[in-house]
């Protein structure tokens, strides 16, 4: 089925306006540097204030995703990513760490508009058999928007400061509000007293609930190998900062890649969900034959390895965020896929001092053995591919 090339406009416009919030919250991450040497601050206050967005995100995402169920996607994120490059713009403007870290929080909170407005909005326009390339293609989106801080924070810290590194991020929600302005447009839903006698997805099964417990298990090698593959390379094997950033790097965007292709095989077998358990059972053989190589100390196959487990992390994401959608229906998939995200960044949250712990007690290899038990249990959760709604 031909797309109309309005759709493939919105779709872009979802991944700008992504992008530009996902260096909203990981800008204070790459001002690390700049904060320690140049402010005074301590690692661990550092630490605090890169945290910041992240707690406003994981605080509002179902409060956002409710919202754009009861006002549509082109209200939530014309008013949320004006109210953003507000508290931007405030973050820029304040002093002293306790008012930065205020005004990060608010900013991460309102920036999280984006997540279900976003997803939502894919859903709602594109055909199910063009859902699944769509969702890939906007999930390419937290890559692009890190590999943007990552470039332009430090640099933009050295020359201006922490307003000017904190500007990167507002200006491109600027950007990205003109163009959903523009661009977006909410799609037809059906009747809200027939979306109300569809009733609580929740409550009609436990396929939701279960998709969102696979999707929490699925992040913790994902964010174990993006979160520490650069020490691995550095100090297990020896690498230069640049080489084992460059290898971070290219699996983060060959991840991009791989999420679109995973998308596009969705929509050929008409399943999420059957691809989803596929990429599960391939993501520990992946993980095993990476702690394999580390064992080994053989550092190019390690490499090869952990770019592979890298892309295999990933790829769950938007058949995951593509299925909650379709089976939560118009009237709750704001709510739903607020839920999944909420999920998703509470594990995150936790890899790292968990991971690390391990990482500590037993090395890399051995902690990424032990990660691999993450899509072993979530392997028999995945709902069979029947439990999918048609999507409509």
Same mark, same amino acid.
């Given at each position: ?38 402010? @005074?601050?301590?690692? #661990? %206050?550092? +630490? $605090? ?7 406003? &995100? *994981?605080?509002?995402? !179902? =409060? ?95 020359? @201006?400061?922490?307003? #000017? %590194?904190? +500007? $990167? ?7 990205? &509000? *003109?163009?959903?302005? !523009? =661009? ?103 993980? $095993? ?13 390690? =490499? ?89």
């Amino acid at each position: 089925m031909r797309v109309p090339a309005r759709l493939w406009a919105m779709l872009g416009v979802m991944v700008v306006a992504q992008a530009a919030t996902t260096v909203v919250t990981a800008a204070p991450a790459f001002l690390i540097p700049h904060l320690h040497t140049a402010e @005074g601050l301590s690692l #661990a %206050a550092a +630490g $605090l204030l890169a945290g910041a967005p992240n707690l406003g &995100l *994981v605080l509002s995402l !179902v =409060a956002w995703g409710a919202a754009t169920d009861r006002f549509g996607e082109r209200r939530v994120l014309l008013a949320g990513l004006a109210l953003t490059v507000v508290a931007v713009a405030a973050s820029m403007l304040v002093h002293g760490f306790a008012w930065l870290g205020v005004a990060l929080v608010v900013g991460g909170a309102l920036s999280a508009c984006t997540n279900s407005a976003s997803g939502r909005l894919i859903t709602g326009w594109f055909p199910p058999e063009r859902r699944g390339l769509a969702m890939g293609i906007r999930q390419t989106c937290q890559p692009l928007g890190m590999a943007i801080a990552a470039l332009g924070v430090p640099p933009l810290a050295e020359a @201006g400061g922490i307003p #000017a %590194a904190l +500007g $990167l991020g507002g200006a491109l929600t600027l950007v990205s &509000l *003109v163009c959903c302005a !523009v =661009a977006v447009r909410d799609p037809q839903r059906p009747p809200r007293a027939q979306i109300a006698a569809a009733g609580n997805p929740y409550r009609a099964s436990g396929t939701l609930a279960r998709i969102h417990t696979v999707s929490l298990l699925l992040v913790v090698p994902q964010f174990a190998l993006s979160t520490f593959g650069l020490v691995w390379f550095t100090v297990g094997f020896g690498w230069s900062a640049l080489a084992a950033g460059a290898l971070v790097a290219g699996a983060q965007f060959a991840g991009a890649a791989g999420r679109i292709l995973v998308g596009v095989w969705s929509d050929r077998v008409a399943s999420r969900l059957g691809p989803l358990r596929l990429v599960a059972i391939v993501g520990i053989v992946a993980l $095993l034959a990476t702690a394999a190589c580390g064992w080994a100390e053989w550092a190019i196959p390690a =490499a090869i390895a952990y770019v592979v487990a890298s892309c295999v992390s990933v790829a769950d994401n938007g058949l995951a965020f593509t299925a909650v959608a379709e089976i939560a229906g118009p009237g709750w998939a704001g709510r739903a896929l607020g839920v999944q995200n909420t999920g998703q960044f509470l594990a995150a949250a936790a890899v790292g001092p968990v991971v690390g712990a391990a990482i500590g007690l037993i090395g890399v290899p051995a902690a990424l053995a032990l990660t691999a038990l993450a899509p072993a249990i979530a392997t028999p959760l995945v709902p069979r591919p029947e439990a999918e709604r048609p999507a409509a």
